[in-house]
């Protein structure tokens, strides 16, 4: 399986940008890159995936090397609640032996991100 | 909408005792996954299962065993629980994971913090 490198941890200050990196130089032309996050004692939550191209949505931007050997989480304005582990994910397809596949998503350790009042 | 729902929050078992880890979806998800989260660690992969009838195992299967007759409910089954599956489990569903979608993803449940003793 593809791995992901992501630091261990990132400190923002409240209402200022957050750029979360991520290197997956080992990716393959079909994984998309997926980003989740998890509070504590919750389980994950999904934040924004993607492909080959940048994607917004209402929670962050993705934005994604043009050889796709890296990308970045940017959160636009950080706040409290935003302070989490982000997990960068590579969503390999794996087939199965019914002749169908599913997307496998392989968690690492994540980027513990404090965010500063 | 209840999106994915995990029941119990929190259980004790016994070596040697058994159960089962009950999941449901309301989102008429095909795909649904059942994962482990050891302390500081990230999600590894127990069982998944493509649709109603099909399961398959994942990267960490020994001592688990899954089900799915039905869409909505995918419960997880502990035969002879051992103190190395205290942990906190995850349940998760998706649509197909060919979804173009920018906004699309997997949605988990809020866990269960299994501790055996």
């Known amino acids: 399986d593809a791995k992901t490198t992501q630091p261990n941890s990132m400190e923002s200050n409240e209402e200022e940008p957050v750029h979360l990196p991520c290197n997956h130089s080992?990716?393959?032309?079909?994984?998309?890159i997926h980003w989740y996050r998890q509070l504590p004692s919750q389980g994950p939550e999904y934040v924004i995936h993607g492909l080959t191209s940048n994607v917004n949505n209402r929670m962050a931007s993705l934005a994604i090397a043009e050889d796709r050997k890296s990308s970045t989480l940017i959160l636009h304005r950080a706040t409290l609640r935003d302070a989490a582990v982000y997990y960068c994910i590579l969503r390999a397809t794996i087939p199965n032996a019914g002749g169908t596949s599913y997307g496998k998503l392989t968690f690492g350790q994540g980027t513990i991100l404090t965010v500063h009042p | 909408n209840a999106g994915v729902t995990q029941t119990p929050k929190f259980r004790i078992l016994k070596i040697g005792q058994s159960m089962t880890l009950q999941c449901t979806q309301d989102m008429n998800h095909n795909y649904m996954y059942w994962y482990r989260q050891d302390p500081g660690m990230g999600l590894k992969l127990i069982y998944y299962s493509v649709g109603a009838g099909i399961t398959d195992k994942g990267e960490v299967p020994n001592g688990y065993n899954v089900s799915r007759s039905t869409t909505e409910d995918f419960p997880l089954r502990l035969e002879l629980a051992a103190p190395s599956q205290t942990s906190v489990y995850f349940c998760?569903?998706?649509?197909?994971?060919?979804?173009?979608?920018?906004?699309?993803?997997?949605?988990f449940g809020s866990g269960t913090r299994l501790t055996v003793v």
């Open positions: 998760a569903s998706s649509y197909s994971f060919a979804s173009t979608l920018a906004n699309y993803g997997y949605t």
């Open positions: 080992t990716i393959s032309g079909t994984d998309y």
